[in-house]
């Protein structure tokens, strides 16, 4: 791409308009750079170059405002670092000078006194309420481990608690505050957070999360472990365990631990979410052993 083109965009805030790009080009060309995602095109008349993430999506909504528009829900999470779910709709709080409505890939939400922050030049809804909003939208198991993905990022169990009373009587607040104190931010994964309400829920001791093992090349972490059993479960996701190099790794690493006198249950997104009663009595009878 043209530099004096990127050079121009940075120069206006990374957006062109499209009476800019036409000084520049013809409309079959905009067109082409759009098709090979050299542009992205971010709102009618309004483009950018490459693949936009969602602050800078934000920017642009502003940008076409002319006022600065505050992030809510999993747009401000991702912002703050703990987005689960990658939306590609932006979220955004309606400003309090002008009336703005939904459209294709812009949700507003009308969230009065909902507390917010500066990061660089833009509103953000702070991070314990965001957690605790996003919280309420999600299933037990995943507003878990939302929560624990806010705690990784530094919302202590303090903001949170506040959130949660400053949400009274909304929809889904009772679960959450019933999750609040299980939060822990060693939890290393969405699955392992559901996993964890699940045995909890099934009347089962708390495990260790991110439990160290010493061996003879290392230290091995274990998902969720019982040390006085020498016992853990272990989440087994597809996605980083699906080449024949990572299973031989995987057996290599359950022989180690076996040699440290360890047992260990592996388990999939199957176990927790469609037969969690069957996980909760093989871990209850594991235990036990």
């Known amino acids: 791409m043209d530099p004096t083109l990127v050079d121009a965009m940075r120069a206006n805030g990374g957006f062109l308009h ?16 759009v098709h090979t995602r050299q542009l992205t095109r971010v709102r009618h008349g309004l ?15 502003s940008i076409e405002l002319g006022t600065r528009v505050a992030a809510s829900m999993d747009t401000a999470a991702a912002i703050h670092g703990f987005d689960l ?27 009065r006194g909902a507390p917010l922050v500066e990061i660089g030049t833009r509103l953000v809804v702070e991070p314990a309420w965001t957690a605790v909003e996003v919280a309420r939208q999600r299933a037990p198991g995943r507003a878990l481990a939302v929560l624990d993905a806010a705690a990784r990022v530094g919302c202590g169990p303090g903001s949170l608690e506040r ?21 822990d931010r060693r939890s290393g994964s969405p699955m392992e957070s559901e996993t964890r309400l699940v045995l909890h829920d099934g ?3 708390a495990p260790e999360l991110q439990w160290p093992v010493m061996h003879g090349l290392g230290i091995f972490y274990l998902d969720l472990a019982w040390p006085a059993r020498r016992f853990a479960v272990e989440y087994d996701g597809d996605e980083f365990h699906g080449t024949p190099e990572s299973v031989r790794r995987d057996k290599a690493r359950l022989a180690l631990l076996a040699d440290e006198g360890w047992r260990v249950l592996q388990i999939t997104s199957d176990d927790v979410r469609r037969e969690p009663d069957v996980l909760v009595g093989r871990v209850r009878r594991l235990l036990a052993a």
């Open 47 to 61: 483009y950018a170059v490459g693949t936009l993430p969602v602050s800078a999506r934000l920017d642009a909504l």
């Open 85 to 111: 779910d990658q939306t590609q709709q932006l979220h955004v709080v309606e400003p309090d000078d002008r009336r703005i409505e939904s459209r294709p890939g812009v949700v507003v939400h009308q969230r």
């Open 163 to 183: 959130a949660v009373d400053a949400q009274r009587g909304r929809r889904g607040i009772v679960e959450v505050r019933r999750l609040a104190p299980l939060v």
């Open 18 to 33: 499209t009476t800019d790009l036409l000084r520049r080009m013809s409309p079959s060309r905009v067109r082409w750079l």
């Open 203 to 205: 009347h089962l001791p």
